[in-house]
């Protein structure tokens, strides 16, 4: 798995911390519990984008690129990312975003990933509907701009988690845990998708539980075996039969970036037993399966915390009136 011959870009501070969570575990009553802390690499408030970004980036430099543009829902944390990495790099950025999900209100619509997007010095374009949001692409998009996919989520974009799935096993390995059970929330699919494949071609007998926060079962596994066939591609590799692997959409609940009550739950337990803040739409809902899954394994199981924090500010009315 050789990643020198994609142009790339340092955005994050790798490796992220493998953190242990006793005080979690044992309130699961199962094996030993870690967070991989993917929440606290640094560049505009963190997250899981920015691995993705330093290779769709990397290669957008490369191009002479002077914008980027790139989509998401209003409270998107690859647009505040994306907003934080091109302020970084001298880029241009362009979000265009759709009022997707059936949330409202000042907090929802000013705070959290919305006003960093601004801080960042993104141009932002909120538009209501699929028509509103062509209209406004083909008025920003030009010769010297790049277009990202929605997340970052493509087979490039995947290469950056087939490079923490390395990353984790080492991590696993220097602790002495040669097989674990790693549970990662999927929305745009990359995230799982790297971890999948690079769990697959390094051999790891562990296996992958991808919980998804938006999609139906069938339809997330397809997206996460063709961006890891994707990736796999780029890479000239075999494509992946990603047997250890296994997606779930039970705790999606209503749809994605709608609460459940569930989910709420799961926010106070990572909060109150490791002072681990999950964020409503993509940990959140993924601790969900986590919280399901743990107490049955049979191995240590690992979560891997993807960030989000800005938006749970953007659901702070919800949050004061659970807790």
């Known amino acids: 798995m050789d990643l020198s011959a994609f142009p790339r870009v340092t955005l994050g501070s790798w490796p992220t ?5 006793p005080r979690l575990a044992a309130a699961l009553g199962g094996p030993p519990v870690l967070i991989k802390r993917d929440d606290v690499n640094g560049l505009g408030a963190g997250g899981n984008k920015l691995r993705k970004l330093e290779f769709l980036l990397g290669q957008a430099l490369e191009q002479g690129a002077d914008t980027v543009i790139t989509f998401g829902a209003l409270q998107t944390n690859h647009g505040r990312q994306t907003a934080a990495a091109c302020a970084k790099l001298g880029l241009r950025c362009e979000l265009v975003l759709t009022a997707k999900v059936p949330m409202a209100g000042e907090a929802y619509e000013r705070s959290g990933n919305v006003v960093l997007d601004h801080m960042f010095g993104a141009n932002v ?14 008025s920003v998009n ?28 080492d991590q696993l390995h220097e602790r002495g845990v040669d097989n674990a059970t790693v549970v990662v929330p999927q929305g745009s699919g990359a995230t799982a998708a790297g971890i999948a494949l690079g769990t ?3 051999g790891w007998p562990g296996t992958v539980h991808a919980a998804s926060v938006s999609h139906a079962k069938e339809d997330a596994q397809n997206e996460l075996r063709q ?4 990736a796999a591609e780029l890479l000239k590799a075999e494509t992946p039969k990603l047997a250890h692997v296994t997606v779930t959409d039970d705790t999606i609940g209503p749809g994605y970036g709608v609460p459940t009550q569930d989910m709420w739950h799961v926010l106070k337990l990572f909060a109150e037993t490791e002072g681990v803040i999950l964020d409503p739409v993509y940990t959140g809902k993924a601790a969900v399966a986590f919280r399901r899954l743990a107490p049955a394994s049979e191995v240590p199981v690992v979560f891997l915390h993807t960030g989000g924090l800005p938006g749970f500010y953007g659901y702070a009315p919800e949050a004061v009136a659970q807790f």
């Not at 961006?227 to 994707?230: P, R």
Request: glycine share 12%; proline share 4%; net charge negative.
């Open 200 to 202: 697959e071609l390094l």
């Open 142 to 169: 030009h010769e010297r701009a790049v277009t990202l996919p929605v997340g970052g989520s493509n087979g490039l974009g995947t290469l950056g988690y087939v490079a923490a799935a390395v990353e984790l096993v």
């Open 227 to 230: 961006l890891a066939g994707d």
């Open 125 to 138: 374009h909120v538009c209501a509907d699929a028509e509103e949001t062509v209209q406004v692409y083909e």
């Open 17 to 21: 911390p493998l953190e242990d969570a």
